[in-house]
């Protein structure tokens, strides 16, 4: 019978992987799973006879695909695959597919509670900014940019976006402004949020360089990953500026000596979260689901990503 193991370290709401077993089940498939899962070494030994495995940001490495040798296909449930070694797949013949767009708006939500949460100064009670008025850049307009230019709408900020792989008319037809030059986001924007993949020409791409453009009390939103920011330079640029802020949702490797140096100044939240909803956990599992039982019954690759 062919085995779909789910495995999550950060495991999907009970009520998702309750419709994801489903899913597996009623295609005749069986499903197992592995969550909160504390070492490499158990989902290795995991793996050793499964067709197909369901992830999020579960590192699926040489070491993972070499343990599992009748494995033909991994989803990874949400959007970045960067956990993925895809050399290590193609050479194990192995099928890597994402669920573009299934969980991007509770990052965008996300994005937007925790620009509220800095404007209010971290809910001190003290007085602090709107965001009616101000204007926001979206650095990577795909799935979760596109979410994020709605949501802040409709808090009244100005809206624009910098992505030279989307066209101008796809962001313009969202009543969002291009910018042609990414300097000129950083430099214009209240907010800046980011939203690019982690690949060989993002990583540590937001540096010092860059982030010194920013113009004064801009405030850095990070809800992609924390690989794309130049540890160094954030530092740096902190400790040049006097009001520049950064917020994350994967909070940087040197968070305590940031915290310690700089407090209000930055936020991170204790555990990545911005897909960590109900609604996202169900979209994201269930497509991925889906798409494991369209490729094994049908040989369907939508999605697939190497
Ligand atoms: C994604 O790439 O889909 C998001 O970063 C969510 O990641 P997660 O599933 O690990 O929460």
Known sequence: MTKVLVATDKPFAAGAAKQIRMTVEEAGFECLFLEKYTSAQQLIDAVADVDAIIIRSDLITKEVMDAAPKLKIVVRAGAG????????????????????GQNSNAVAELALGMMVYQARNQFDGTSGTELLGKK????AYGNVGKHVARIAKGFGMEVCAFDPFVSKETIEADGVAVVDQ???LYSTCDYISLHIPANASTKKSIGYEILS??????????????????????LKWFETSDSFKYISDIAPDNQA????????RCFFTPKKMGAQTAEANNNAGIAAAR??????????????VN
């Open 182 to 184: 990414v300097d000129d």
């Open 257 to 264: 000596l940031l915290k310690e140096k700089f407090g209000k």
């Open 213 to 234: 453009k920013t113009k004064k009390g801009a405030t850095l939103v990070n809800t992609a990953r924390k690989e794309v920011i130049d540890e160094e330079g954030l």
């Open 81 to 100: 695959y960067d956990n993925v070694d895809l050399q290590a797949a193609a050479a194990h013949n192995v099928v890597v597919m994402n669920t573009p």
């Open 136 to 139: 926001l850049g979206i650095h």
């Open 291 to 304: 798409q494991i039982i369209g490729f094994i019954k049908r040989g369907d690759t939508t999605f697939k």
